[in-house]
């Protein structure tokens, strides 16, 4: 009935209508998909990727290609949460590359510059670790406003918040990073 208006681009309310229809089947699936895959995101979260996975899916869907739509549906929502572990991953590794290379030592160590050194090396681990627990937004804003040294200003007009938004996602994400950090080495210490 709608898939009609669909293909033709004739009627905004034969998306809507699809949309709603499937969102409950996109909200399964994209839970199944991201068990199946042993990839853990917050439901929020989750349920924003389905939602809008399926309005992109719903507005290229093409019913004169032969396939159903709850099955378009659920390769185009794989591919989304594929593309997002992916681009993680990718800002993972290139923290972790940044982190790595700040502790480059161009100059042969003494004793004790090697064991700070090794702390140092602990501490950036850790901090590291600790910064992988936080939500994916506060990520963000740590990785824009400290590692790339941008300004709470900049930070915003990049992630598209408002100012105060990202001092205040700073100014928490600081205060448990801090927390985990000083659990960690507390429990490093008593390991001693």
Not at 78 to 107: P, V
Not at 149 to 175: C, D, I, P
């Amino acid at each position: 009935m709608y898939t009609h208006a669909v293909s033709s681009g004739s009627s905004i309310g034969a998306l809507q209508c699809i949309v709603l229809n499937n969102r409950q089947s996109a909200h399964k699936m994209t839970r199944a998909l991201a068990r199946r895959i042993n990839y853990r995101l917050p439901e929020e979260e989750l349920l924003s990727l389905a939602d809008m996975a399926l309005c992109e899916a719903a507005r290229s869907f093409n019913p004169l290609k032969g396939a159903a739509f709850t099955t378009y549906l659920h390769y185009f929502i794989r591919g989304r949460l594929l593309a997002l572990i992916s681009e993680q991953k990718r800002r993972t590794d290139s923290t972790a590359k940044y982190l790595r290379e700040r502790l480059t030592l161009n100059q042969e160590l003494s004793e004790s510059k090697l064991s700070e050194a090794l702390e140092k090396k602990f501490l950036i681990e850790a901090m590291h670790s600790c910064l992988e627990e936080l939500p994916r937004k506060e990520q963000e804003v740590i990785e824009t406003v400290f590692l790339s040294e941008n300004t709470v200003t900049e930070a915003a007009k990049r992630l598209g918040f408002s100012r105060g938004h990202v001092s205040r996602m700073k100014t928490a994400s600081v205060a448990k990073l801090r927390k985990r950090l000083e659990r960690r080495v507390s429990q490093m210490n008593a390991r001693r």
